[in-house]
């Protein structure tokens, strides 16, 4: 059984950084492909950021790309979400989500195991 678990949420002014972690265990082949997902307020889930965990494979959502970076310490079996020159628009739950076999761009459909989602807010 794989588990997901989220951190490092929180507020920031526009303009600013923060890094969501996702620590993703029970996984014995280290082949997993995780994604990171957001919900905005009134708005559906989307992927946003996915990532193959035995491979180079990565996806970005074209509202973040060259803002947020996908990166992995295989170690730690976590993957981290580097978000960057953040917009008042990126503001929302974000959520990280693990499966065996996904293809790019990620749908929420595609993730069996989910974490509880850490809250991001930035300000205008």
């Known amino acids: 059984q794989v588990e997901v678990l989220e951190s490092g949420g929180g507020s920031v002014q526009a303009g600013g950084s923060l890094r969501l972690s996702c620590a993703a265990s029970g996984d014995p082949n280290g082949r997993l492909f995780v994604g990171w997902f957001r919900q905005r307020p009134g708005k559906e889930r989307e992927g946003v950021a996915a990532?193959?965990?035995?491979?180079?494979?990565?996806y970005y959502a074209d509202s973040v790309k060259g803002r947020f970076t996908i990166s992995q310490d295989t170690a730690k079996n976590t993957v981290y979400l580097q978000m960057s020159s953040l917009k008042p628009e990126d503001s929302g739950m974000y959520y990280c989500?693990?499966?065996?076999?996904?293809?790019?761009?990620?749908?929420?459909?595609?993730?069996?195991?989910w974490g509880q989602g850490t809250q991001v807010t930035v300000s205008s």
């Open positions: 989500a693990a499966d065996s076999f996904i293809s790019f761009p990620p749908h929420e459909a595609d993730f069996a195991y």
């Open positions: 990532k193959y965990i035995a491979g180079r494979n990565t």
